[in-house]
């Protein structure tokens, strides 16, 4: 019997599944990380166990000078220890970065995510237990921040102009698999910031045939 396979994702509130311009929450079948553990768990891929660990305004490797814990970086490794053995970390950073308290640019936003990408690496998991791959997606172009949010955003539509392809560069050096939202889908056709529902179904249904190979990469089984 195959062993079950353990997948972590680590992002913000565009994978927490925020409705655009309310503070609800989509279920976890209608995240893109529900669509994509369905859509695994119903191919011959074995059993597939998905654990999501998003956090609204999570930057990459910045503080919110206005809400504690936002920083991705400061805790990915005590996430990585407590969740191992881990076959998969998925991460889907960056759109935070650009929030209008920020002066960053593409490159900032990058090299955070190459810095998750040393910490997942070197965190002090238990001995024996794997390092796990890792899957870096960008997150979706930023479209004119409207509604409630769009002044925490306000001009992050034109600073994170590249984001995609500062992601891929980094992404690609360090020897990380990469998948761009931006070939399936935009951000949300109401705020301009995170994804609404049909765009989280299209998410996870293109992940899944890449996830599925990742998986099927490492398997010792």
Not at 41 to 49: F, K, L, M, V, Y
Not at 168 to 180: E, I
């Amino acid at each position: 019997m195959p062993t079950t396979k353990h997948i972590l994702v680590y992002s913000d509130s565009l994978t927490w599944g925020i409705i655009p311009t309310t503070r609800q929450r989509l279920p976890f079948e209608e995240r893109w990380p529900g669509v994509l553990h369905a859509a695994l768990n119903a191919g011959e891929n074995g059993r597939i166990r998905l654990t999501e660990d998003c956090l609204n305004g999570r930057r990459t490797a910045f503080d919110d000078p206005y809400k504690p814990g936002r920083n991705a970086l400061s805790g990915v490794q005590q996430v990585i220890e407590a969740q191992s053995p881990l076959d998969l970390v998925i991460l889907l950073l960056g759109t935070n970065d650009f929030q209008s308290m920020h002066q960053h640019k593409p490159w900032h936003s990058a090299t955070g995510i190459a810095a998750l990408i040393n910490a997942i690496r070197t965190a002090p998991v238990e001995p024996g237990m794997p390092v796990p791959p890792i899957l870096v997606i960008a997150p979706p172009q930023l479209d004119n921040p409207r509604g409630p949010i769009g002044p925490k955003f306000e001009g992050g539509d034109v600073a994170s102009r590249g984001l995609a392809q500062a992601i891929r560069q980094v992404s690609g050096d360090a020897g990380c698999a990469f998948f761009d939202s931006n070939t399936v889908t935009t951000s949300s056709t109401h705020d301009g910031v995170h994804l609404d529902a049909d765009q989280h179904h299209a998410l996870g249904v293109a992940l899944a045939p890449v996830v599925a190979e990742l998986l099927a990469d490492g398997a010792t089984d």
